[in-house]
Every structure is written in structure tokens, then in C-alpha cells.
């Protein structure tokens, strides 16, 4: 029999996916509405150097494959389960 934390982890990586992507969404309208309206703002240094380096396609492209990458954990999660 499957104990409980074995039972939520599939919601919790599933989350976890929806939350990056979310941020990917949010990341680039920031991006956007500042290089439109110009000025300055704050921002986490990693990020900030992720967009100095890249843009604001990069930053989403990042986050956009972390939520891809937990979206397949969790069809790998949900998959382990049906097998047992």
C-alpha cells in the first residue's frame, strides 16, 4: 500500500511546472513593459543577468523548459503509479 507523500507528489510537481510556466508568462510581460516604458526597476541578480545576457526570450525560454521538464516528471510520477 502506497503511503501518503507518495500519493501528492505528482500534485506537487505538477505545480511546481504551473508555477514556472506562470512565471515565464509574468517574467516576459515585465521584460516587455519595461524595455516599452524604459527606467529602471528591481529584480533578482540572477535573473537580471540572465536578461542582460539574453533578453527577456531567454529568461521565459528558461523557465518555460523548467516547467516542460516538471511537467514530464510528473507524467513519469503519474505513469509509476499505474503501474503498481
Not at 516587455?32 to 533578482?44: A, P
Not at 533578453?55 to 523548467?66: C, D, R
Amino acid at each position: 500500500m502506497p503511503d501518503e507523500e507518495s500519493e501528492i507528489t505528482w500534485w506537487k510537481t505538477l505545480l511546481w511546472g504551473l508555477l514556472c510556466l506562470a512565471l515565464a508568462a509574468v517574467l516576459f510581460w515585465y521584460f516587455s513593459n519595461l524595455e516599452e516604458s524604459g527606467g529602471t526597476r528591481r529584480i533578482n541578480w540572477i535573473v537580471a543577468i540572465i536578461y542582460k545576457i539574453g533578453g527577456k526570450w531567454t529568461v521565459s525560454a528558461i523557465f518555460g523548459l523548467a516547467s516542460l521538464m516538471f511537467f514530464y516528471l510528473t507524467l513519469k510520477q503519474l505513469r509509476g503509479h499505474s503501474d503498481e
